[in-house]
Antibody, heavy 122, light 108 residues
């Protein structure tokens, strides 16, 4: 069965960076896009970007461009999302979510990680 | 960017009642690439509906989606106790993907 297991909670100071991992299992890792979505406390869902594990290409939300990077380790079927220059309003639960096959351009998110709480506080 | 507006913000209903949730897009959603998710406190969202009207695997048939273009609806025919949660619509046809602000379905 498809599973996405994320790394544990993080506490960071303003200006620092955080790297969240998402380990995939139950499917061929490089064949499916991976999305990142975040949710500030008590707020709605915010799409952050999409990562192609085959090519390594990223498309990110405009407000995060320049601060977010996504990488992968194909040997462990893990995708990483790194957010730099952290601010207090980056405090949120960060989710990875599997997208469609890389053969298709669009698809909904049937599988989600359990979420990783990132707290930015001085 | 497609802005999705969900209404109402909160829906207060009793178990057994019918729930009708609305999602309106600022521009037409291509190919009905519109999904609905359910989220309970402390949990990741769960996919209910994709393609505006197709139920995801394992979703009970009391959940149904309809609509096209800019107006979409999620209907829960008879609310079960486990259906009280927050519901989000999402368009996924083009970047940037966006979510609506959510509708909370609470027990009356």
């Amino acid at each position: 069965q498809v599973q996405l297991v994320q790394s544990g909670a993080e506490v960071k100071k303003p200006g620092a960076s955080v790297k969240v991992s998402c380990k995939a299992s139950g499917y061929t890792f490089i064949n499916y896009y991976m999305h990142w979505v975040r949710q500030a406390p008590g707020q709605g869902l915010e799409w952050m970007g999409i990562f192609n594990p085959t090519s390594g290409s990223i498309t990110s939300a405009q407000k995060l461009q320049g601060r977010v990077t996504m990488t992968r380790d194909t040997s462990t079927s893990t995708v990483y999302m790194e957010l730099s220059s952290l601010r207090s309003d980056d405090t949120a639960v960060y989710y990875c979510a599997r997208g469609p096959s890389v053969r298709y351009s669009s698809g909904s998110f049937a599988y989600w990680g359990q979420g990783t709480l990132v707290t930015v506080s001085s | 960017e497609i802005v999705l507006t969900q209404s109402p913000g909160t829906l207060s209903l009793s178990p057994g009642e019918r729930a009708t949730l609305s999602c309106r897009a600022s521009q037409s959603v291509s190919n009905s690439y519109l999904a609905w998710y359910q989220q309970k406190p402390g949990q990741a969202p769960r996919l209910l509906i994709y393609g505006a009207s197709s139920r995801a695997t394992g979703i009970p048939d009391r959940f149904s989606g309809s609509g096209s273009g800019t107006d979409f609806t999620l209907t829960i025919s008879r609310l079960e106790p486990e259906d009280f949660a927050v519901y989000y619509c999402q368009h996924y046809g083009s970047s940037p993907l966006t979510f609506g602000g959510g509708t909370k379905v609470e027990i009356k």
